[in-house]
């Protein structure tokens, strides 16, 4: 392509854009243009699980197909995101004949428009072109948020374990000696890292800088559905993307393959994160993948984030604790039925509780869940909050009480991710 790019902002919403590919690339673009309003055609004949969360959710429209020229009628753009050249020139040509802009993934310089690195601070936000140079323009991109999100001080809440259960002074009894980042192993080749990074409830705005700042150096992102598909789009186009999806009650990678990712990433000297929604530690599994790193000698890097459990309530004008209402907060997993043997929560107890209860991925066995806490005491009366996708744009939210939120859950149409809270709260903040 020759000559200077010509800067353009698209406004989107309503507007048809057809996006070829389901695989990871898709994966990182598609969210972008989710947020843009965009009316998203996906062709693909396979999709990833984040990408099929979308289908299933509504927000776009997918065609189990390989392309054909005529999914561009009606068009204003399409994204091209596979690595067949001869199947992605099939689709630049459709789209020069009916004078649609084409991003293309595997060709910039086929390509008849170009995505640039892009960083958002509340309303603004910052594209840049590095003049066909993804690395340049990341860099500028990347300074350019520095000084939008510029802070005081070191960011706090990183925590660096070279072990399990060994801090900086050496690995616990029994466990391998565990060398610090960049340094060699015992076999001498190099050994990379792995951060467990929080990203937070759903806006990406609220991934703690220090996670923010690790995604920027990552050569490799295992990331789940529940992170914020902005973040994806913002990273390095040579970061490789594993989708760990691990959508409930859906398809899901075993938690042993993610671990075996991790630590042969690492140990192949590369820098991984591994994005998770919310906390690490707060039913995300983190515990686990850290010990897996641990017992292989690969050294990991903690950063907490915001948990769903106290942000998406405070993001529905639901505080979980409030002064003369409660002076505690219970958060439990819903996801395994009262009545199952698997289930290690003491459902009668929690019913005799009177402060707030915060139940997590317990969509799927309200009905039951409400039924045994008032079976047990509390009072049908309770009243009860369900946040479907908080902090998002597609935040969702109905009140009720325990009694009746099943039914109401039901008529609403609400469907995970969710956060249900039970207690008085719910109305604290009315006026």
Partial sequence: MSGSPYPLGLRLTGRRVVVVGGGAVATRRVPALLDAGADVLLVAPELTPALRAHVDAGRLRWEPRRFLPDDLDGAWLVQVAVDDRVAA??????????????VRADDRAAATAWTPAVTRHGPVTVAVLGGGD???????????????AARAGQPAGETTVAGAAAGAAGAAPGRPSVPAPGESGADGAPVGRVALVGAGPGDPELITVRGWRLLTEAEVVVADRLVPGLLLDELRPDVELVDASKIPYGPSRAQEEINRILVDRARAGKVVVRLKGGDPYVFGRGGEELLACAEAGVPVTVVPGVTSAISVPAAARVPVTHRAVAHEFTVVSGHVAPDSPASLVRWESLAGLRGTLVILMGLKNLAAISATLVAHGRPAGTPAAVIQEGTTTAQRAIRSTLGTVAADVEAAGLRPPAIVVVGDVVGALDT
């Fill in 89 to 102: 020139a099939a689709v630049s040509a459709a789209a020069a004949e009916r004078r649609i802009f084409c």
């Fill in 134 to 148: 993804p690395r340049r323009a990341m860099s500028v991109r990347d300074a350019v948020r520095e000084l939008l």
